[in-house]
């Protein structure tokens, strides 16, 4: 009789206990009893990995003054290294002075980027004047010709036409003296604070000025219009007659194209205040150089020191950029 007792007991327990426990896992209290008698589920044990921090890059060397500079005729002068814009050599180098016809490297940047390169353009007297009346130097423009823009630019350029100067100003701005109007405001929005121009060709000594700080960035940004590059770089160039004009053929003033490996370029400058200018420009090694001197006593002397300048530029070592 007790063993029947008690097995009853022991059924109903089991069915209780089948009961409660599901509504015991939905209530707080059911959840921390049932969590008690529950078996023990180990807690992973997380890994820690080790940090290993990424390097920086290296910084990519670059060409470093170092040793004595050669000595140099010009009374001022800027050595820049293009690529990263750092000055590698300064003599007097934001001093203002006449930059005679280095002047003309403002002339050819307005043409090419405010102008219709197609324009043909239709040679007046001024144009001829400009070099008879004072002595400059000349593209032999021919009264009544009509030449296109692009290629009168080679006039501009190689020979250093001062007729070309003003052909280009009176087609594309009505007269010189507002072109010159036009030049000032470029030199201004490229921040060239220390230049200041009174005509096309930079034959004017009063109030016509630059520094070779100026003149080296101008020509950076120049440097980088393709067409103003491709004609700084060429020797010569033949303009073949037509039925519009006479033929010509204009040679560059600047002898370092030829004297010098790598040599790009880019304008020559000479008049009695301004002494003998040069704006020069080349390429070795993957390098890109740009200079500018002002005042040198002779031709020759010009194209000594820019290479020189160019040779000791382009030996310096290359070292990682200090902050």
Request: glycine share 6%; proline share 8%.
């Amino acid at each position: 009789m007790v063993r029947r007792i008690t097995g009853i007991f022991l059924l109903v327990l089991a069915i209780s206990i089948a009961i409660i426990t599901p509504v015991l896992a939905f209530t707080p209290v059911g959840t921390s009893l049932l969590g008690q008698f529950a078996p023990a589920v180990p807690t992973p044990t997380a890994t820690l990995v080790p940090f290993t921090p990424t390097p920086p890059p290296s910084p990519t060397p670059i060409l470093t003054p170092r040793g004595q500079p050669p000595a140099i005729d010009a009374s001022e002068a800027i050595l820049l290294d293009a690529d990263t814009g750092r000055i590698l050599l300064d003599i007097h180098g934001e001093t203002p002075r006449p930059m005679a016809s280095t002047t003309k490297i403002m002339t050819a940047l307005i043409a090419i980027q405010a102008a219709d390169l197609n324009q043909v353009i239709t040679i007046h007297q001024d144009a001829i004047n400009e070099v008879l009346l004072n002595g400059g130097s000349s593209a032999r423009l021919v009264v009544g010709d009509k030449i296109v823009l692009k290629d009168l630019l080679y006039g501009l350029l190689l020979p250093s036409g001062d007729d070309a100067a003003v052909a280009i100003a009176d087609a594309i701005s009505g007269s010189t003296s507002n072109f010159t109007h036009t030049m000032n405001l470029l030199a201004y929005r490229l921040r060239l604070f220390q230049t200041h121009y009174m005509d096309p060709d930079g034959l004017s000594s009063i109030n016509h000025y630059s520094t070779p700080y100026d003149l080296v960035r101008l020509a950076r940004y120049a440097m980088s219009v393709p067409l103003f590059a491709q004609i700084v770089k060429t020797q010569s160039y033949t303009l073949p007659a037509t039925a519009a004009h006479h033929s010509y053929i204009w040679k560059t003033t600047n002898q370092l194209l030829a004297s010098y490996t790598g040599s790009t370029g880019i304008k020559t400058g000479t008049t009695g205040p301004a002494g003998y200018c040069l704006v020069f420009s080349a390429t070795r090694a993957g390098h890109h150089l740009i200079g500018a001197l002002l005042n040198a006593h002779t031709e020759e002397q010009r194209f000594h020191d820019a290479r020189a300048l160019l040779t000791w530029g382009f030996a310096l070592p290359l070292l990682p950029p200090t902050p």
